[in-house]
């Protein structure tokens, strides 16, 4: 499905999966508001819907869209290149999921469906943006969400921190594999932030994950911080672009004292439960 609100033809437009809340709303809202044609997409519609009530000035459009099924991707980015004017810029990669707790007692389907969403949904959605963004370029972008979760290893978050290791490795053989064609590959590796990924109850608990994050003294960013570094990433010329201050400590702190932070995670039993 597509709902556009169109007001003339944008200089550059931005295709966003994950739009209906959190990350994906609210770099949304920030494109939009700097002149972008933005392209809203996930499987929420209602959320969308939100998400396009917050646009002012009518330039965004909204596609159902399961990152899961590679058809489902081909047909949502034909349906925003035309909405858009025939371009795309840049291609956000952001939908994902978050489950934890210790991996032996993680159920298959939960599992099975996070690879499918963090991993596949990616690699899917990079096969099918490639055409457009080639197109575009030089200049065009694949921005992916990958996360601290894919800078470091955590207890009780084995299976989506594979996910988002996988993600990074994705980023950075894509960064050379696209070279030639003018396309820019990156990474977006944000903390905690504040979206609904920590905010469900945790099992065996009356608290949701932001709370026992705050209760154990971890920083959780509000996501009105992310839109800022999602702008630099899109003009700048890094690989990796991290989000908040605990996101750039541990980043430091695996490049040069990967010892001390093997200990400090070994010290921290199985964790937050996403």
């Known amino acids: 499905m597509s709902t556009e609100t169109s007001v003339g033809e944008p200089t550059r437009s931005i295709f966003i999966t994950g739009g ?6 609210a770099v949304a809202v920030f494109f939009a508001a700097r002149g972008w044609f933005v392209g809203i997409a996930d499987v929420n519609e209602a959320g969308m819907a939100e998400t396009l009530s917050m646009i002012t ?12 099924f590679r058809d489902q991707w081909d047909k949502a980015l034909a349906d925003f290149a035309k909405a858009a004017g025939g371009r795309i810029d840049v291609v956000f990669n952001n939908a994902g999921i978050g489950d934890g707790g210790p991996l032996v007692d993680q159920d298959e389907d939960e599992l099975t469906r996070m690879l499918d969403i963090n991993m596949k949904g990616v690699i899917f959605g990079a096969q099918a943006s490639h055409r457009y963004l080639a197109e575009t370029a030089p200049g065009s972008v694949l921005l992916n969400t990958a996360s601290l979760a894919g800078i470091i290893g955590a207890p009780g978050l084995a299976a989506y921190c594979a996910t988002k290791w996988g993600v990074r490795g994705l980023t950075e053989s894509l960064d050379a594999e696209w070279a030639d064609d003018g396309i820019k590959v990156a990474a977006l590796c944000p903390g905690f932030i504040d979206t609904p990924i920590i905010g469900k109850i945790q099992e065996d608990s009356n608290q949701t994950a932001k709370e026992t994050l705050i209760e154990a003294g971890v920083e959780v960013s509000s996501v009105d911080i992310v839109p800022g570094v999602v702008w630099q990433a899109v003009h700048g010329d890094d690989l990796h672009y991290t989000v908040g201050k605990m996101a750039k400590r541990m980043r430091r702190l695996k490049r040069w004292m990967p010892g001390l932070l093997r200990k400090e995670m070994r010290s921290q039993g199985v964790g937050v439960e996403l």
């Open 20 to 25: 209906a809340s959190g990350i994906g709303r």
């Open 57 to 68: 000035g009518g330039r965004a459009s909204t596609h159902t869209l399961d990152v899961r």
